[in-house]
């Protein structure tokens, strides 16, 4: 990820301790940085790692009203005359603070605890696979429960069609004909009534991933933090205390637009009456994008500013997808046996210079691989056989809906005879 993406920009002014005056322009976020630009100039005045950041506070005196402020080490920073609003920016500033100082405390403990070797950097990598094919059998999963649920009701639609056709040829019969009562004498089948499988579903539906995000809605001045929640059947916004704001079916989503790697919008339009429409920003969005990109992949759109986001990272993906399994297997194999006469004294000579190469790694590393590995193959089997799987309710589907267009056509044709 870039470190000089411009998350956000703010006008407003600057105190310059050594001059003793304000001078405005513009307050910056990157997502490891603050930075201050000044308009006349064009001087940066100010630059420093949101690490570095000891408190940020919202402060006013008889001299500087409604001000934010920013402690930098034993240095303190005044900005004011910030707009939309001083409560906007104080909370997308120390939301990205805190997010960076959980992240870098987590790196920091990581790196103490565990050494960086090449065992780590292909465990970490494979965790990472590990979890986007397990999010991704989570929707496969749930979309196989919606086809279920349609080829239920389009059984139901026939049955129903059934009943009509022997209704139907009951009045077409002439009255004198005598076997037309049985066809009203004849019991029909009574179906036990469907329970309501797509609630219960949602009551026990898992949650794919869950950030904190900070909400706007319809104007910039109302911003509030809470969290977003994505679910195999949409998305869900929540207060800090866990209060739903809104949830998003995934048919209700019209568009979800990606203006950077941290903020996106998601609008469902209505007519008549004005869209519903969120927008989301959050240090932990490029987390997020990928599990809404598979999830809305026809409704999704990544803006200018977001284009090398995409670019990036789906350029790659199958290379290093491939790239990830084969030096996986191949790193493992030659540090457990890496004696084995695989191809002569050639084969012992290839592994020892890819050992070489490559750190060697200890055999716990290599067992905890091994048991990654034996899942992701696991989820990539089922992934597929759930994939075939829906490949053929859909081509059922389709014949059932052709079937059922073509029945209540015949049926109409009869119907305006009848009248």
């Keep these: 990820m870039n470190e000089d993406i411009r998350i956000h920009s703010w006008p407003c002014s600057y105190y310059m301790d050594t001059s003793k005056q304000w001078v405005s322009g513009r307050l910056s976020l990157t997502p490891v940085a603050i930075k201050f630009t000044a308009d006349k100039t064009g001087e940066l005045l100010v630059n420093f790692h949101l690490s570095c950041i000891s408190e940020i506070k919202k402060e006013s005196s008889n001299l500087i009203f409604s001000s934010l402020t920013?402690?930098?080490?034993?240095?303190?920073?005044?900005?004011?005359?910030?707009?939309?609003?001083?409560?906007?920016?104080?909370?997308?500033?120390?939301?990205?603070?805190?997010?960076?100082?959980?992240?870098?405390?987590?790196?920091?403990?990581?790196?103490?605890?565990?050494?960086?070797?090449?065992?780590?950097?292909?465990?970490?990598?494979?965790?990472g696979s590990q979890k986007r094919l397990e999010d991704t059998a989570k929707v496969l999963h749930y979309q196989g429960e919606q086809f279920d649920n349609i080829m239920k009701g389009l059984n139901k639609i026939e049955g129903d069609m059934d009943v009509a056709d022997r209704l139907l040829t009951e009045l077409e019969s002439p009255s004198w004909w005598p076997f037309s009562s049985k066809l009203w004498k004849a019991p029909l089948e009574l179906k036990p009534k469907e329970t309501a499988t797509v609630s219960d579903s949602k009551n026990q539906e898992g949650i794919i991933i869950r950030i904190p995000v900070i909400i706007t809605h319809r104007t910039d001045s109302n911003v509030k933090p809470g969290k977003l929640t994505l679910f195999a059947s949409g998305l869900e916004i929540s207060d800090c205390n866990s209060q739903v704001i809104h949830r998003f079916e995934s048919k209700d989503v019209d568009d979800i637009r990606v203006h950077t790697p941290y903020e996106i919008s998601v609008r469902q339009r209505f007519i008549g009456k004005p869209d519903t429409s969120y927008r989301l920003l959050s240090a932990k969005m490029p987390e997020a994008i990928p599990v809404l990109e598979m999830q809305f992949s026809k409704k999704i759109q990544f803006l200018e500013d977001a284009l090398g986001f995409a670019g990036a990272r789906k350029s790659p993906q199958v290379d290093m997808g491939t790239s990830i399994w084969q030096a996986a297997t191949g790193l493992l194999g030659g540090v457990v046996q890496p004696s084995s006469p695989l191809g002569g004294k050639e084969g012992v000579d290839n592994d020892q210079v890819q050992l070489q190469k490559h750190e060697k790694i200890s055999q716990e590393e290599a067992k905890e691989l091994r048991q990654i590995l034996k899942k992701l193959k696991g989820l990539a089997l089922e992934t597929e056989a759930e994939l075939e799987r829906q490949d053929e309710a859909l081509d059922s589907i389709t014949t059932s809906v052709d079937r059922a267009t073509l029945n209540i056509d015949k049926q109409n044709r009869r119907i305006k005879k009848l009248t």
């Design 70 to 127: 920013i402690l930098e080490k034993n240095t303190k920073h005044w900005f004011s005359s910030l707009r939309p609003s001083r409560n906007v920016v104080f909370n997308i500033l120390e939301h990205f603070w805190r997010e960076q100082l959980l992240s870098s405390q987590g790196a920091g403990a990581e790196a103490s605890a565990l050494q960086s070797t090449k065992g780590k950097e292909l465990t970490g990598l494979l965790t």
